[in-house]
């Protein structure tokens, strides 16, 4: 059984997000006592030693997609840290049915968000996973909770990034986020461009979730940077659930039993 209070940390590309769980609930999702995020491209883990410095003994449970920043995180823990549990989850070790051939293959914070949505949709209701990301993915967790895979795209950073260097005259736009919606109508290049990056963005996340689920039976979550914008385009159904991931780490270490406790997963 994991040891509490516990630590989840989703390591992502371009943010880092960590959550305290004293405990998770039977039903729905658990809620970080602490949280905070930071970059996932120049991480300052000074940060974490001063949210935990008055913490005894913590288990680090990691769902991560970021291999650099994890062996530095790793490392940082063994450095600052010695005596606490660290897990590295994998696909595995998730309490998930995964009907597809490679499990290996797909990025575990998509199989995650899944463990998250299972907690939250209806019995006999399919769900449909949108994590608004440096890459956006749009998922489908069947009836019966499996997860059946989806699609990938880029997120609204990196296609902005795509039109200036692969164009000799485009700007590079500073849009960070899905955050604010633009006219439709660009009277600039730039506001053009605006308007091309976010409503593809959100018509391709509209797009999909039709493919995915064609009789509209599906609950749709959405997690990430700029979830909570989406969520208003798309319906008063979808949900946005900011700690998606880090609710989904804590509830697979809940139900998990990976190695004895102390023993060092990375």
Do not use: Y
Request: with cysteine; net charge negative.
């Amino acid at each position: 059984m994991p040891q509490f209070p516990l630590v989840a940390l989703d390591v992502g590309n371009a943010r880092i997000k960590v959550g305290l769980f004293r405990s998770t609930c039977d039903r729905g999702l658990p809620e970080p006592e602490l949280s905070l995020h930071f970059s996932g491209r120049e991480p300052q883990w000074q940060e974490l030693r001063e949210l935990f410095r008055d913490k005894a003994a913590l288990s680090w449970w990691i769902g991560s997609v970021n291999r650099p920043a994890t062996t530095q995180l790793v490392d940082w823990l063994r450095e600052q840290r010695p005596s606490d549990r660290v897990v590295l989850l994998a696909a595995d070790d998730l309490p998930l049915a995964v009907e597809l051939p490679r499990t290996d293959m797909v990025g575990v914070d998509r199989l995650i968000n899944a463990v998250a949505a299972n907690r939250l949709r209806q019995a006999n209701r399919p769900a449909i996973v949108v994590d608004v990301g440096t890459a956006i993915t749009v998922d489908l967790v069947s009836a019966s909770g499996a997860f059946r895979g989806g699609s990938i795209l880029p997120g609204i950073v990196m296609s902005a990034r795509a039109l200036h260097d692969f164009t000799d005259l485009l700007p590079l736009v500073p849009i960070e986020e899905l955050a604010t919606a633009p006219p439709a109508l660009g009277t600039s290049t730039e506001t053009a461009m605006r308007s091309g990056l976010f409503w593809g963005a959100v018509g391709a996340i509209r797009q999909l979730i039709r493919q995915l689920d064609p009789g509209g039976q599906g609950q749709v979550f959405l997690t990430g940077g700029a979830g909570t914008s989406v969520a208003e385009l798309l319906g008063r159904e979808a949900l946005c659930i900011p700690h998606l991931t880090l609710a989904g780490i804590a509830v697979t270490a809940a139900a998990t039993n990976i190695a004895a406790d102390g023993d060092d997963q990375t």
